[in-house]
C-alpha cells in the first residue's frame, strides 16, 4: 500500500468518533475514514461517569482523540 508515516504517530483516529483505531475499521461507526494527524487524547473509562465523554458524545470506554484534522 506504500503508507507513509512522516514522523507522526502512526496511530489511526477516526475522524467521525475521534476513537483510535487498531484494526481496519472503525469499531463505533464502521467506517475507515482515518487519520494519523491528531493530537492530545482521553482515555473514557466510564463514559456514563465522565463529563468529557458526554461533551464528545461518547457512549464507550476507549482512547479518544481531543482534536482531529
Ligand atoms: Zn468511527
Redesign the pocket.
Known sequence: MGMATRGKTGIKV?R??R?MVEKEI?A??G?SDFTTTWSGFVIILDPAKSGIAKKMEVSVPGKFALRVR
Request: aromatic share 0%; with cysteine; glycine share 12%.
Open positions: 477516526c467521525k468518533c476513537i472503525c463505533l461507526c467506517g
